[in-house]
């Protein structure tokens, strides 16, 4: 990467930053990375855009904020007056207005709610860069890491390109510099995102360790793209509203409509992953994602929405959006079928029907009781009655005799009476390996049996063929073998 030489005419980016409630100290460390290690000419701009963050009347650090900003030539401010979310914000940000340059902190600007998304029509958009760059608000990005980028995307303007993305450490704020040209974005049949080791096809069709790499998704905070191809494309869809699905639902559009996602390995970029989310959804968090993810899988998944509501069975005939004119203009775009996209893009995929053995609500038939996942943190098992009907009581068995729940999986310890847990998949077998024969369920570290127990808490029991340790799922895959068998 140290030898690579840029053109000396790039064309110059709009950097976008949308923030909500962000820490100030982490936020200016964001923005001092930018200006400190861009290249001037390359830059035009820095939006910052605050998604209406909470403020007590005593609360000095925004104005203090507002005052430092106007310092900062670059740096354009701007504040929602009422919360828009992450998508909405980053649609005002991504296009061309004239405003008055003048002020750093445009407080006339006011969207209600009701009338978003035609002024989002109207282009009422702050960038005048003809490259858009949206970064997270607790990132810092690294030397050298915006011309790989605008060098890719001005060799083909179609490419929507993200730097390798390294951590840093939410406690000390350590920046970890991670290997370059490992993994690749994906996603499952929940339709959440996740990284994947790239395939070895892929891995033989690149002549060098730092061309680019074909991603199936990308991890959404952090990218690059052409204004125009943006606004080609129709941008994001505004009707989106949390930020584990915008990325999903964007990458889907760039592949289908005529674009291509591709990591830069040249370019490396700073996250800090947050095991919290600084708002509260109107409604509980697995409906509200549940909702939004559905919508992407009408428009876009085609008959492959089906693994989707295998999965949230409870949405199947709970949809009330109106997704007439996306369609429509998926339609006017000539966009690929889904088909097309698994066939060419995410060729390694692993379909439901080739990997669960079973599926479904387990079901303890004496009681009428199902397992359910409890808690956010530490999360175990208990027992509900089956007739709820929410995602966190959906299991799969799968040819790894694992039994995953929203990509992690059943643990327990070896004792008699251990409690069920749920944590990371670690696949190594060990203390997550389950066999599932005659109706039980054997956890096969310790040789105990998946026991209801008492106080609806299901513990590891010396097994028996009593009724409180049947078990059922709600589908099997007879033809679906374990892969250690």
């Known amino acids: 990467c140290r030898n690579q030489m840029y053109l000396v005419d790039l064309p110059p980016t709009s950097v976008i930053i949308v923030y909500y409630d962000e820490d100030l100290t982490t936020l200016l460390r964001t923005l001092h990375s930018v200006m400190d290690r861009t290249s001037p000419s390359l830059l035009r701009e820095i939006i910052l855009i605050d998604d209406h963050s909470p403020v007590s009347d005593n609360d000095g650090s925004r104005i203090q904020l507002e005052h430092y900003l106007s310092w900062l030539h670059k740096v354009r401010f701007f504040r929602n007056k009422q919360r828009l979310g992450l998508i909405r914000s980053r649609l005002l940000g991504s296009s061309s207005m004239k405003f008055d340059d003048h002020y750093h902190c445009a407080e006339n600007i006011y969207l209600h709610h009701d009338t978003t998304s035609l002024l989002l029509r109207q282009r009422f958009s702050y960038a005048r860069a003809p490259i858009v760059t949206f970064l997270d608000s607790h990132c810092e990005v690294n030397v050298g890491w915006l011309e790989p980028l605008l060098q890719r995307i001005y060799q083909d303007p179609t490419a929507v390109v993200s730097p390798e993305i390294d951590l840093i450490d939410a406690t000390t704020f350590r920046y970890l510099y991670g290997p370059s040209g490992l993994i690749r974005g994906v996603f499952d049949w929940n339709l959440k995102f996740k990284w994947k080791v790239i395939p070895r096809k892929e891995r033989l069709s690149r002549e060098s360790a730092i061309d680019p790499i074909r991603s199936p998704t990308m991890g959404g905070d952090i990218f690059a793209i052409d204004r125009k191809f943006f606004e080609s494309l129709g941008k994001y869809d505004s009707k989106v509203e949390t930020w584990e699905v915008e990325h999903l639902e964007i990458s889907f559009r760039i592949w289908l409509c005529g674009g291509k996602i591709e990591i830069i390995p040249c370019s490396h970029v700073g996250q800090v992953l947050r095991s919290f989310q600084p708002y509260q959804p109107p409604q509980s968090y697995d409906d509200y994602l549940g909702k939004n993810s559905q919508r992407i899988a009408e428009i876009w998944l085609d008959q492959y929405k089906e693994f989707f509501y295998q999965r949230y069975p409870h ?150 063929h009593k009724r409180k340790q049947i078990w059922v799922f709600d589908k099997y895959y007879p033809d679906i073998k374990s892969k250690y068998t």
């Not at 996209?341 to 379909?351: A, E, G, K, Q, S």
């Not at 929410?390 to 310890?413: H, P, W, Y």
């Not at 670690?426 to 049996?449: A, N, Y």
């Open 315 to 464: 949405l199947r005939q709970n949809f009330v959006d109106d997704i007439s004119s996306e369609l429509q203009q998926r339609r006017d775009m000539h966009c690929q079928n889904f088909m097309w996209y698994l066939n060419n893009i995410y060729t390694d995929v692993v379909f439901p029907n080739e990997s669960v053995m079973a599926e479904g609500k387990i079901r303890n038939p004496a009681l009428a009781n199902c397992l359910i996942v409890v808690g956010k943190i530490n999360s175990y098992i208990r027992l509900i009655t089956c007739e709820h009907d929410v995602s966190s009581m959906i299991f799969k068995f799968t040819i790894r005799q694992e039994i995953e729940i929203n990509g992690k999986c059943l643990d327990a310890g070896s004792r008699k009476g251990s409690n069920i847990l749920l944590t990371d998949c670690h696949r190594m077998r060990d203390s997550q390996e389950w066999h599932h024969k005659k109706h039980q369920i054997l956890h096969v570290k310790s040789g105990l049996c998946l026991d209801r127990g008492s106080s609806l808490a299901p513990v590891l029991m010396p097994c028996s």
